[in-house]
């Protein structure tokens, strides 16, 4: 069995992260470095992470197995960045089987070997952009987007765009309504048509 490092795994979250009753699994490490990051403490390996075999995984999520079948709800894997472990993610799909919702909150900044590896496995992605914008995404993210974009390409080139969820949000100081909208288009221009937008809200700032 694969393991992995966790930084948390929630469960019983209702319509928050997919459809109906899920679990959020989140990974621990992430190859960003996001300004506002609201999970700092996947950076850096601490003794709070906990590491978990795919069977001990799958043990933790199988006793709300009637919830999820119910609802339409499953297991989100988050993080950090959840495809960073798409092996892993392949074996959990293999213990559980076919009927459970698989769900992943990504940035798509990771090689797209990763990417098609989980494409015959996840039900939905829930991919978030930043921005479009090389020189907004880079400023905000300190990397290159250039992964996200050729990886959403294969997603819409592999016939997934309804199973996107593309979330574009207002970021202080770093982008606005005009480059959110220039996002939205170029999205739109590849077949997406699935987007979550929201603000930023940036305390003590």
Not at 11 to 39: E, Q, W
Not at 60 to 89: H, M, N, Q
Not at 108 to 117: C, P, R
Request: glycine residues 6%; aromatic residues 10%.
């Amino acid at each position: 069995m694969l393991k992995a490092p966790f930084i948390a795994v929630s469960r019983h979250r209702i319509n928050l992260d997919g459809d109906g009753v899920v679990t959020l699994a989140c990974f621990g490490s992430c190859p960003l470095r996001c300004k506002y990051c609201i999970n700092p403490q996947c950076f850096e390996e601490r003794d709070s992470w906990q590491t978990l075999t795919t069977e001990q995984l799958y043990t933790r999520c199988k006793p709300d197995e009637l919830y999820f079948l119910a609802t339409g709800g499953g297991v989100t894997f988050g993080g950090g960045e959840p495809l960073l472990r798409s092996a892993f993610i392949s074996e959990f799909r293999r213990l559980c089987g076919p009927d459970w919702v698989l769900s992943a909150e990504t940035s798509l900044n990771v090689k797209q070997d990763n990417v098609a590896e989980l494409i015959p496995v996840l039900n939905h992605w829930i991919v978030d952009i930043k921005d479009t914008d090389p020189d907004i995404y880079r400023a905000y993210t300190g990397r290159d987007n250039s992964l996200v974009l050729s990886n959403l390409h294969l997603l819409a080139d592999s016939g997934l765009t309804d199973k996107v969820t593309l979330r574009i949000p207002l970021i202080p100081d770093y982008n606005n309504e005009y480059y959110r909208q220039k996002s939205i288009t170029l999205l739109q221009d590849l077949g997406f048509n699935h987007f979550d937008l929201f603000d930023y809200i940036i305390k003590n700032k």
